[in-house]
C-alpha cells in the first residue's frame, strides 16, 4: 500500500506571497491533519479535515487554511507569508472513524523557505 | 491542554549500548505513539502503544496508562539509530497529536 504522499517537497517564497501545499493519505484513510515543525516551537498541530470537513483546528492565524477534496487529498493555504512560516509541513493520514484511537501515518513532508 | 514532557532531551551512546527514553503525559489518553524522525524530516511510525508492551527488533516500548509514561528502549544500538525520537499522545475525544519536545540520539561508531 503506498504511504502519504506530499507536493512539493521543497518550496522557496517570498514574503507577502502565497503557497499551497498538498497531501494525498494513505488509500482508504479519510482523515489529514496538518502539522508545523519549526525549530522554536516544536510540532504544532494545524488542523484536521474528515470527509471534506473540518473537524479540528489548531490555533494558528486565519492566514492558515484548508480543504479536502472528495478523494481525501487535502491542501494548505497559507496566505501573505511571513519570515516565521518557514517550517517543515507535515501532513498524517489515519481511518478517521475512532479519531481519539486511530494511528496516524505521516508524509515526508514539505520544506518551506520564506525570504 | 494536555502536556508531554520527554526526558533526555540529548542522549550519545557508543554503538552496542542500550538506552531508555521516557515521555510523560498530564492526562488521560487513548493514542500514543513513538515516532523517529529521519534526517530527511520524515516521522517514521515505531510504535502506537496506548497501554502494554510491544517490541519490533531492538525496540520495544511500554506504557504504564495509569501512572501517566511510557518507555522505549533500544538495545545494541547503531549509527543507524542517530536522529530524534518523538512521542505523541491523543487526549480522550480529542484526534491532534500532541508531541513532546523530543529526544536527540547520537550514537557514535
Known sequence: KAGVTQTPRYLIKTRGQQVTLSCSPISGHRSVSWYQQTPGQGLQFLFEYFSETQRNKGNFPGRFSGRQFSNSRSEMNVSTLELGDSALYLCASSRGWTPDRDEQYFGPGTRLTVT | ?109
Open chain 2, 1 to 109: 491542554g494536555i502536556q508531554v514532557e520527554q526526558s533526555p532531551p540529548d542522549l550519545i551512546l557508543q554503538e552496542g549500548a542500550n538506552s531508555t527514553l521516557r515521555c510523560n503525559f498530564s492526562d488521560s489518553v487513548n493514542n500514543l505513539q513513538w515516532f523517529h524522525q529521519n534526517p530527511w524530516g520524515q516521522l517514521i511510525n515505531l510504535f502506537y502503544i496506548p497501554s502494554g508492551t510491544k517490541q519490533n527488533g531492538r525496540l520495544s516500548a511500554t506504557t504504564v496508562a495509569t501512572e501517566r509514561y511510557s518507555l522505549l528502549y533500544i538495545s545494541s544500538s547503531q549509527t543507524t539509530d542517530s536522529g530524534v525520537y518523538f512521542c505523541a499522545v491523543v487526549e480522550t475525544s480529542g484526534s491532534r497529536l500532541t508531541f513532546g519536545e523530543g529526544t536527540q540520539l547520537t550514537v557514535n561508531p
